[in-house]
């Protein structure tokens, strides 16, 4: 028999009327009683009655998440967390993935948008090309950027500072020692362009040459990571580091350099970021910049359910950015040891 809001009333010791005001973030409702409320509910396996639930508030309860690869485990991450927030709050998520093409985003987007209360979206437009995404708003779309943002489209985001990304994983592999240093480029997201941009100013900052001959487009995919690295060796002028935009595309690398003999962290010192969950499994761990994809997904959710319920400040979107973690395993070289605002693991 499904749970019903008279059973969790019973187990909280509290009226059938608590319980639904609670489940549905009535501001009459103690805070605390709230939270007893939910986490009942969510140990009951609650699910609401999301027809009747809609017919009585407008609302369709559902929210459209957009990623750009579902098969990218780091996105697998921020799903899971997003909807440990959208579940025991009534919502349902329907997921879609634009698969790195930004016609099929915008396809996706606008089937979603007129059917759900609001969006979350991991954009991969250039973060310029706000043209579509503001016109929705106008109209009315409630909209969180997740991961990839657009700075000028004025929405709540949850992200982390991507050129700080690339500052830290390419001035890690200058304090090793490393002069000439590569960067695998990625895509025309704002994650590729910001972390590029950190990769240039950390090798400005100890007045190190910029080589557009050190810069190879790639993508953000493993295959790509591959296919990029390959073709530098065939050229023989693969330099002795590289920074990754992302960790499938440096684990791709590490598979293309393994191909020919290489090493990661003996022969080249290799830098990723995002910290993806096998990263420390690999033959050859894999160093990285870290984030909490847990509070990337949960943060997102929570700034969605404020916006849909009215309770966001319009005027000024909330904008997070997550704190970022240096983690030193053996594809970079370096031996496994704490470093100033870093931590090691193995």
Same mark, same amino acid.
């Given at each position: 028999m499904p749970v019903t809001l008279a059973d969790i009333a019973r187990e909280v010791g509290v009226s059938k009327m608590t319980v639904s005001r609670a489940i549905n973030n009535n501001p009459l409702i103690n805070p605390e009683t709230r939270e007893r409320v939910l986490e009942v509910a969510r140990r009951m396996n609650y699910q609401p009655n999301q027809h009747a639930r809609a017919l009585a508030t407008n609302r369709s309860y559902l929210i459209g998440l957009i990623v750009p690869d579902l098969m990218n485990l780091y996105f697998a991450e921020v799903t899971r967390a997003i909807e440990s927030v959208t579940r025991p709050a009534g919502f349902q998520l329907l997921i879609c993935s634009s698969d790195e093409d930004v016609t099929r985003e915008l396809q996706e987007v606008e089937t979603l948008w007129q059917r759900t209360d609001g969006l979350i979206i991991s954009s991969v437009f250039?973060?310029?090309?706000?043209?579509?995404?503001?016109?929705?708003? #106008?109209?009315?779309?409630?909209?969180?950027?997740?991961?990839?943002?657009? #700075?000028?489209?004025? !929405?709540?985001?949850?992200?982390?500072?991507?050129?700080?990304?690339?500052? &830290?994983?390419?001035?890690?592999?200058?304090?090793? /020692?490393? *002069?000439?240093?590569?960067? &695998?480029?990625?895509?025309?997201?704002?994650?590729?362009?910001?972390?590029?941009?950190?990769?240039?100013?950390?090798?400005?900052?100890?007045?190190? *040459?910029? +080589?557009?001959?050190?810069?190879?487009? !790639?993508?953000?995919?493993?295959? +790509? /990571?591959?296919?990029?690295?390959?073709?530098?060796?065939?050229?023989?002028?693969?330099?002795?580091?590289?920074?990754?935009?992302?960790?499938?595309?440096?684990?791709?690398?590490?598979?293309? &350099?393994? +191909?020919?003999?290489?090493?990661?962290?003996?022969?080249?010192? &290799?830098?990723?970021?995002?910290?993806?969950?096998?990263?420390?499994?690999?033959?050859?761990?894999?160093?990285?910049?870290?984030?909490?994809?847990?509070?990337?997904?949960?943060?997102?959710?929570?700034?969605l359910i404020q916006l849909i319920e009215g309770k966001s400040n319009n005027a000024k979107p909330e904008q997070i950015i997550l704190p970022l973690e240096l983690i030193i395993r053996d594809s970079c070289g370096a031996r496994a040891k704490a470093t100033s605002g870093a931590r090691a693991t193995s």
């Open positions: 250039p973060p310029t090309e706000t043209k579509a995404y503001r016109k929705m708003i #106008k109209d009315g779309a409630k909209i969180v950027l997740v991961d990839r943002t657009m #700075k000028q489209l004025g !929405c709540p985001a949850v992200a982390t500072d991507n050129v700080q990304v690339g500052r &830290l994983a390419t001035e890690h592999l200058i304090r090793l /020692g490393h *002069r000439r240093i590569g960067h &695998l480029r990625g895509d025309g997201s704002s994650v590729s362009a910001e972390r590029f941009e950190g990769y240039k100013q950390a090798l400005a900052k100890r007045k190190l *040459r910029f +080589e557009k001959s050190l810069v190879r487009e !790639c993508g953000l995919l493993e295959s +790509e /990571g591959y296919e990029a690295m390959r073709s530098w060796l065939a050229e023989s002028d693969a330099p002795e580091a590289i920074f990754a935009v992302n960790d499938p595309a440096a684990i791709g690398a590490m598979q293309a &350099l393994e +191909e020919v003999g290489l090493r990661a962290g003996k022969d080249v010192a &290799l830098v990723g970021a995002g910290n993806i969950h096998y990263g420390a499994m690999l033959r050859v761990p894999l160093t990285t910049i870290s984030w909490s994809r847990r509070d990337m997904g949960q943060n997102a959710a929570s700034l």
